[in-house]
C-alpha cells in the first residue's frame, strides 16, 4: 500500500505540567475521510495547531506527502498543499466572497508578489475562484462583503479557499460548527465530494455527520489516541463509549 | 463607486482651483501653500501604503522624510560649495539635479525602510509604533549631532535645484512638477492596491492566520510595503526641502511623523484621494487659523477627535461611503 498521505508519528507538547498532546499517532490515506473526536479539552485543537504547523512539537515526527515536515511552518506547510479551515472563519471580512477567494487562488500559485496586474483581472486565479464558489453555492453571493455573509455561508467560503488552494489534504477543524440542520446537511454532502480530490482530517462534534463520512474515527482523550477505526468499531468501543459517546451511542 | 469618484473629483478640482487662482491673482504665497500641501500630500502618500493598506501604525515616517531631505541638502550643498562629497575610493561629486537626488533620497530612504522594516516588523501593535518612533528619534539626534551638515542650524540651499526643461525657480513650474510627482505616486499606489500584492497585502492586516494559510507570508509583504512606502515619503521629503530650500534635524521630528500620519487620518485611511485631502484640509488650518491664534494645534485637536470619533473613514470614507476594495 502507498504511504499515507499524512503521518503523525508519536507527537508530543506539552503546555507545562499539562500533557495536551501525548505521543499521537495517526495518518490521512488517499481518499479517504478520517474523523478526529474527543471531549473539549481532549486536545484536538493543539493536534491541529502541530499538524498545521502552528506549534511546533516537543518530540515526534510529521510526514506529508512523503516529507519530513516537522521542522516548516505554516506557511511552508501550506506551500506544499496543506489546506486547512479554521475553527472560528478567518474569512478576510472586508473582501468580498471573490475577493477572498481569490487570495487563496493567487497564493497557491505563487503570485502574491505582482505589483501591477489587477488581481481580478487575471483570469486564471479569478476562474479558478469562480468555479470553487459555485461548487459551495455562493455564485450568487461572490460580489458580497465576507463581514455581511451567513455564519453558514461563511464557512462555505472557507470551505471554497480551501478547495481553491487546490491541496493535498484537507484539514478541516469543526466545519459544522455553528451550523443549522440544513447547513450540516448541505455542507456533509460536500464534504462527501470533497474526499474523492484530496482526503480530509475532519475534526468535528457533530456525531451524526461524523458517523454518516468518516471512513475512519481517532477518538482523542487527555491527549493521547484512545481508539482508532471503523465507524462500527467505534461505536461498540466500551473505552470509547465510557470516555465520550456515552451509553446510548 | 460613482460617488466615490465624484468626490475624489471634487478634491482634484478643488485643489488645482487654487494654484490658478493664486496665479491669475498674483499671490505667490498662495502657491506655495498648494505647493507645501502637495508635498505633505506625498509623503501621506507614502504612509497610507503602510497604515491604510498594511494597518503598519508607522510613527517614524519622518526618518524616510528626513533621509529625503539630507540626500537632496547633502548633495546641493557639495554642489554649491563645488566640494566632492567623497573623493576615496570614488570621486563623489555633488549635483543640482533633481532626477538624480531624487533617485538618491528614493534608494536612501528605501534601504533604511529595509533596515528598519526588517527589524520592527517582528514585533506588532503599540512596540511596533515604539520602535518606529524611536528609529526616528535615532535619526533626528543624529542630525543634530551631525555639524558636516549644519548640525542643529540645518543647512540652507542658495538655488533650488533644477530639472531638465523646467525653470524650478518659477513657483508655478515648481507646483506642477510636485504635482506631478504626487500623481505618478497616486497612481502607483492605485496601480498596487488593486494588484494580487494589493489583495495579499490588505487580507495581511485584517486577517495574517488566513495569509498563512494560502502560503504567504505576512512579514514578507509587510516589508516590501513599508520600503515602497518609505521610498514615497522619502521623495517627498527631498521636495520638501526644495521648497524651502532649508533641511534641518525637524525634517526627522517625531512631530512631522505625527503630522503625516494626521494628514492620513484626516484624508482617510486607505483612501487613494485620502492624503491629498487631507494634506489640502491640514495647511488650510495651519493658515486660516495660524492667523487667527498661536494656539491653532487645539482646533486641529479638536476637528482630529471628531474625525476618530464620529467620521472613522477621514473626509473622504465620510463623504463617499464604505468601500469594498479600499481602492
Redo the contacts between chains.
Keep these: 500500500m502507498a504511504e499515507p498521505v499524512l503521518q503523525v508519528q508519536g507527537i508530543t507538547r506539552a503546555f507545562g505540567a499539562l500533557v495536551a498532546s501525548d505521543n499521537v499517532s495517526l495518518d490521512l490515506r488517499e481518499g479517504e475521510i478520517h474523523a478526529l473526536i474527543g471531549p473539549n479539552g481532549a486536545g484536538k485543537s493543539t493536534l491541529i495547531a502541530l499538524i498545521?504547523g502552528a506549534l511546533a512539537p516537543d518530540a515526534g515526527q510529521i510526514r506529508f506527502n512523503g516529507r519530513d515536515v516537522t521542522a516548516l511552518?505554516?506557511?511552508?506547510r501550506?506551500?506544499l498543499g496543506l489546506?486547512?479551515s479554521?475553527q472560528i472563519s478567518?474569512?478576510?471580512?472586508?473582501?468580498?466572497v471573490l475577493?477572498n477567494v481569490?487570495?487563496?487562488a493567487?497564493?497557491?500559485a505563487?503570485?502574491?508578489?505582482?505589483?501591477?496586474?489587477?488581481?481580478?483581472k487575471?483570469r486564471s486565479?479569478t476562474s479558478s475562484a469562480r468555479a470553487q464558489i459555485a461548487r459551495v453555492g455562493l455564485e450568487a453571493r461572490a460580489a458580497i462583503?465576507a463581514a455581511d455573509l451567513a455564519h453558514g455561508e461563511r464557512r462555505r467560503l472557507e470551505l471554497a479557499?480551501a478547495l481553491a488552494?487546490k491541496p493535498k489534504a484537507f484539514l478541516l477543524d469543526e466545519p459544522m460548527a455553528g451550523l443549522g440542520a440544513d447547513g450540516t446537511a448541505q455542507m456533509t454532502t460536500l464534504l462527501e465530494t470533497l474526499k474523492a480530490e484530496a482526503p480530509i482530517l475532519l475534526v468535528e462534534h457533530d456525531m451524526d455527520a461524523v458517523f454518516r463520512l468518516a471512513d475512519r474515527i481517532s477518538v482523542l482523550d487527555y491527549g493521547r489516541i484512545i481508539a482508532t477505526g471503523s465507524v462500527e468499531e467505534i461505536r461498540q468501543d466500551p473505552e470509547v463509549r465510557r470516555a465520550y459517546l456515552g451509553a446510548d451511542a | 463607486m460613482s460617488r466615490g469618484i465624484a468626490i475624489n473629483t471634487a478634491v482634484l478640482a478643488l485643489c488645482l482651483a487654487v494654484p490658478v487662482y493664486a496665479h491669475f491673482a498674483g499671490e505667490p504665497f498662495l502657491l506655495t501653500l498648494a505647493t507645501r500641501a502637495v508635498i505633505l500630500a506625498l509623503a501621506a502618500v507614502g504612509l497610507n501604503i503602510a497604515l491604510g493598506h498594511g494597518g503598519l501604525i508607522s510613527l517614524g515616517h519622518a526618518a524616510f522624510f528626513g533621509i529625503g531631505g539630507y540626500a537632496m541638502g547633502i548633495l546641493a550643498s557639495h554642489a554649491q560649495t563645488f566640494t566632492p562629497i567623497a573623493d576615496w575610493p570614488l570621486l563623489i561629486e555633488g549635483t543640482k539635479s533633481m532626477p538624480v537626488i531624487w533617485l538618491v533620497a528614493m534608494v536612501t530612504s528605501g534601504l533604511a525602510a529595509l533596515v528598519i522594516g526588517a527589524l520592527s516588523l517582528r514585533t506588532s501593535g503599540v512596540y511596533f509604533i515604539m520602535i518606529t518612533l524611536a528609529f526616528g528619534q535615532m535619526l533626528y539626534y543624529f542630525a543634530i549631532s551631525w555639524p558636516a551638515y549644519g548640525g542643529e542650524d540645518g543647512l540652507s540651499i542658495y538655488v533650488r535645484n533644477g530639472f531638465p526643461g523646467l525653470n524650478t525657480l518659477v513657483p508655478m513650474q515648481f507646483f506642477a512638477l510636485t504635482a506631478t510627482v504626487l500623481a505618478a505616486a497616486m497612481a502607483l499606489a492605485h496601480v498596487l492596491g488593486r494588484s494580487a500584492f494589493g489583495l495579499a497585502l490588505n487580507a495581511a492586516r485584517q486577517a495574517p492566520a488566513r495569509v498563512e494559510a494560502v502560503g504567504v507570508r505576512p512579514f514578507r509583504l509587510r516589508l516590501t510595503a513599508f520600503v515602497i512606502s518609505g521610498m514615497i515619503t522619502g521623495l517627498a521629503g527631498a521636495l520638501f526641502a526644495d521648497l524651502n530650500r532649508f533641511v534641518s534635524p525637524t525634517m526627522f521630528s517625531w512631530q512631522l511623523s505625527g503630522e503625516i500620519m494626521v494628514i492620513v487620518i484626516l484624508g482617510g485611511v486607505g483612501r487613494l484621494f485620502g492624503p491629498l485631502a487631507g494634506a489640502a484640509l491640514l495647511v488650510t488650518l495651519e493658515h486660516v487659523l495660524g492667523g487667527v491664534s498661536d494656539y491653532w494645534q487645539v482646533y486641529l485637536g479638536a476637528l482630529l477627535l471628531g474625525v476618530v470619533l464620529f467620521a472613522r473613514g477621514g473626509i473622504i470614507g465620510t463623504l463617499a461611503g464604505r468601500d469594498v476594495a479600499h481602492g
Design positions: 498545521s511552518d505554516t506557511v511552508a501550506a506551500r489546506g486547512r479554521f478567518a474569512v478576510v471580512p472586508e473582501f468580498t475577493q481569490v487570495l487563496a493567487q497564493g497557491a505563487g503570485h502574491s508578489y505582482r505589483l501591477f496586474r489587477p488581481a481580478l487575471d486565479a462583503p479557499m488552494l
